[in-house]
């Protein structure tokens, strides 16, 4: 099966940057996704990681170790807008279309 | 607004009762995802098709069942409700069935079920 592991809660000040950790065991992998979900409101995708590297999309970067199963999603010149929670979803397994997804990290951006 | 829709926003209905939530893509998609959100068990895929044919599967019930139509609509049916079933409950959809084009995925409002 699909193991994911995510801190549960951070907390950053607007304009820092913070880093949020994600570790996953799965027995195959097609891709690391991470996505945004403001309380009440739908998951947005922020980004798509397959290869081992960084991947920059404006203020936000994701990272990607395929052999350590680790992830990360780096949000630099935090807004306040950018208090929601943070989702790290696995696509693979044995069955290889099944994605699976973390608890979610609920972060708050403080003045 | 993501382009894809979900009908109803809202249902309210008892246990043992059969519902049917529905979904259009986004245009041009042809994946479409169905998930499950609870407040005690976060986000969970249930069941993907990709131009009408079922794709992958989660921890979807016997009780609950999907379709995918020619018009690439989805349907999601659950039968014999219970109240664990109360939950929001999410379709999504993408241009492809792997790789980047099925990571991103584009999600709809979702229709929040409460099954009295």
């Known amino acids: 099966g699909q193991n994911i592991d995510q801190p549960t809660e951070m907390t950053a000040t607007e304009g820092a940057i913070v880093q949020i950790n994600c570790t996953y065991q799965t027995s195959g992998f097609n891709g690391l996704f991470w996505y945004q979900q403001h309380a009440g409101e739908a998951p947005t995708f922020l980004s798509y990681?397959?290869?081992?590297g960084l991947e920059e999309k404006g203020r936000f970067s994701s990272f990607l170790s395929r052999s350590k199963g680790y992830s990360y999603l780096l949000l630099k010149e935090l807004q306040m807008k950018d208090s929601a929670s943070y989702l790290c979803?696995?696509?693979?397994?044995?069955?290889?279309?099944?994605?699976?997804f973390g608890d979610g990290t609920t972060l708050t951006v403080k003045p | 607004d993501s382009g894809v829709t979900q009908t109803p926003k809202h249902l309210i209905t008892a246990t043992g009762q059969r519902v049917t939530l529905r979904c259009s893509p986004r245009s041009g998609d042809l994946s479409v995802y169905w998930y499950q959100q609870s407040l005690d068990q976060g986000l969970q895929f249930l069941i993907q098709?990709?131009?009408?044919?079922?794709?992958a599967k989660g921890n979807i019930l016997e009780r609950f069942s999907a379709q995918q139509f020619p018009d690439l609509h989805s349907e999601l049916n659950l039968s014999s409700l219970e109240l664990g079933d109360s939950a929001l409950y999410f379709c999504?959809?993408?241009?492809?069935?792997?790789?980047?084009?099925?990571?991103?995925?584009?999600f709809g409002p979702g229709t929040r079920l409460t099954v009295l």
């Open positions: 098709y990709y131009n009408g044919e079922e794709r």
């Open positions: 990681n397959v290869l081992d």
């Open positions: 979803a696995v696509r693979g397994g044995t069955n290889a279309g099944k994605s699976t």
């Open positions: 999504a959809s993408s241009v492809a069935d792997y790789g980047g084009g099925a990571g991103e995925q584009f």
